[in-house]
T-cell receptor, first 114, second 112 residues
Framework: DAKTTQPTSMDCAEGRAANLPCNHS???????VYWYRQIHSQGPQYIIH???NNETNEMASLIITEDRKSSTLILPHATLRDTAVYYC???????????????FGSGTQLTVLP | KAGVTQTPRYLIKTRGQQVTLSCSPI?????VSWYQQTPGQGLQFLFE???????NKGNFPGRFSGRQFSNSRSEMNVSTLELGDSALYLC???????????FGQGTRLTVV
């Protein structure tokens, strides 16, 4: 799986948009970009994933550059409860057979400030 | 729909003992993965089961083992516990290998 690079930490004001970048310059054509977050001492929470088109769900938006070498997770209106470590992961998505595990890096510690 | 359930939530064991952790996946999910999280190593993949078969294994010693039952519930076992096995053990379930994984709250194991 392609390696990802994320900033160690970021701050965001409550109510503002949080934009979390991720570089994955060695991503392959069949690798998806996944985002998870982990609030302190809880299990990671799936947020969103995408291949090449921008994606949006009730939690966040995922913007993937045209060359797919980087992406940005956007939390449109950050709240204090969004304070967590955010992990960007790239992985082949297969429907059956042996699948590659999620490889978590160090992630980005997002702190939402009141 | 109920989420992933891990039991117990907290556990204290003595060096040399063995431990069994349990994971009940989301209803309908057939794939279960296990991860170990420590402050020093972060989140590391242990193994993945699908249809009662181990499909993938991480770089852990043979003291770490697991199994999956016909109802997709899974257990992991750690034998001859070492102090370094103290960690948060996380279970994730998904519909199948490679699909979105949903994590439980974890079992916090402390080895003394």
């Amino acid at each position: 799986d392609a390696k990802t690079t994320q900033p160690t930490s970021m701050d965001c004001a409550e109510g503002r948009a949080a934009n979390l970048p991720c570089n994955h310059s060695t991503i392959s054509g069949n690798e998806y970009v996944y985002w998870y977050r982990q609030i302190h001492s809880q299990g990671p929470q799936y947020i969103i994933h995408g291949l090449k088109n921008n994606e949006t769900n009730e939690m966040a938006s995922l913007i993937i550059t045209e060359d797919r070498k980087s992406s940005t997770l956007i939390l449109p209106h950050a709240t204090l409860r969004d304070t967590a470590v955010y992990y960007c992961i790239v992985r082949v998505k297969v429907s059956s057979g042996s699948a590659r595990q999620l490889t978590f890096g160090s992630g980005t510690q997002l702190t939402v400030l009141p | 729909k109920a989420g992933v359930t891990q039991t117990p939530r907290y556990l204290i064991k003595t060096r040399g003992q063995q431990v069994t952790l349990s994971c009940s996946p989301i209803s309908g999910h057939r794939s279960v993965s296990w991860y170990q999280q420590t402050p020093g190593q972060g989140l590391q993949f242990l193994f993945e089961y699908f249809s009662e078969t181990q499909r993938n294994k991480g770089n852990f010693p043979g003291r770490f083992s697991g199994r999956q039952f016909s109802n997709s519930r899974s257990e992991m076992n750690v034998s001859t516990l070492e102090l370094g096995d103290s960690a948060l053990y996380l279970c994730a379930s998904s519909e199948g290998p490679g699909t979105e994984a949903f994590f439980g709250q974890g079992t916090r194991l402390t080895v003394v």
